[in-house]
């Protein structure tokens, strides 16, 4: 029995405001533990999320999903979601379904700064 590689999800709040630091792969296994990050942020009344993609290694299609159905909530809320600095890997999944658009914003904004900027979201 293999054991299946790890993600791990950093989260990093100002006020109404999350970075979501994710590394590793998101597959079957691990997008619910991706979509439960997301949602609790929405519980918590954060509004503006941005996950930052640099570390992920590998996204399938529920990792995509989990992305997905995190953009149409928070939207939903009045909030504001983006991924940002995908792995070539993820960039891939995205453009071989036409999603890049829905999420990316900010490639070259180091993490750190996004706090600091008015509307970096």
């Known amino acids: 029995m293999t054991v299946p590689p790890a993600l791990h999800v950093h989260r990093h709040d100002t006020r109404n ?19 439960h990050s997301l949602a609790q942020c929405l519980r918590e009344g954060i509004r503006t999320i941005v996950v930052d ?11 995509l999903n989990a992305f997905l159905t995190a953009s149409l909530r928070t939207t939903t809320a009045g909030g504001s979601f983006r991924l940002r600095c995908p792995s070539p890997a993820v960039a891939r999944l995205f453009a071989l379904t036409g999603s890049e658009f829905l999420f990316l914003s900010h490639p070259d904004i180091p993490a750190g700064l996004l706090d600091r900027l008015p509307n970096a979201v």
């Open 53 to 63: 993609l640099t570390s992920v290694t590998f996204c399938d299609c529920s990792g």
């Open 17 to 35: 405001r999350a970075l979501i630091v994710l590394a590793g792969e998101i597959d079957l296994h691990s997008a619910p533990l991706v979509r």
